[in-house]
C-alpha cells in the first residue's frame, strides 16, 4: 500500500487549496486529503512539521478533531501530511446569499469558537443544525485549541466530517 499512495503523491494535480507554504490535493482512491509542502518552502516545512508533532501527541479522541491519518517523509517533497477528507466551512458560504442571516450565523459561530466564548444555548444549537454541525463537538475543539495553542481558526481551517466540527489547519 506504501508504494501505491507513493505513486498518487506523485501524481497529484488539481490542487483542493492551497496556502502560505502547502497545498492540499484530494485522492479518491485512498479518500483522503493530501497536504504537500511547496517547493520553496521544503527546507523548513515549517506547518507541516509543526502538524506532524501535534500529531504524535494526540490521544486517540483528539485524532477525531484534528484528523490527520498519516505522515510520510518524502525524499524530495518533505514532511506530507494525510488527512481524513472534510467539508470546509468556507465553502458553506456559496451556499448562502450574500446578505442573509445564516451568512451572519456563520460569522458569529466562527467568532465565537474563535474567542473561546461559544456557549450550547438554543440560538447557537439551531445554528450549528442549520449547517449540519454537531454542536456537541464544538466545546471539545475549543478546548484542543486551548491546549494545543492552535490559533489559526477561521473559516477555511475549519471543516465538517459527519456532522463534527474538526480542525484542518494547526496554524500557530
Known sequence: MIMSIMNSIANVSNPLGRGVDRSAYYSKKYDVVIKITHSWDRGTGEQSNSEKYLF???????????????????????????????????????????????????????????????????????ICQSFGINPESIRPLINFSKKYYVGDLHLSNLGVIKGNLVILDAGF
Not at 80 to 86: D, P, R
Not at 98 to 118: P, V
Open 56 to 126: 504524535y501527541r494526540l490521544t486517540e479522541k483528539e485524532k477525531d478533531i484534528f484528523p490527520i491519518v498519516g505522515i510520510i517523509e518524502h525524499k524530495q517533497k518533505g514532511t506530507i501530511i494525510l488527512m481524513k477528507k472534510a467539508e470546509v466551512l468556507s465553502r458553506f458560504l456559496s451556499k448562502i446569499n450574500y446578505r442573509t442571516k445564516n451568512r451572519d450565523a456563520l460569522y458569529e459561530l466562527m467568532c465565537e469558537i474563535r474567542h473561546h466564548s461559544w456557549k450550547n444555548t438554543k440560538k447557537n444549537r439551531e
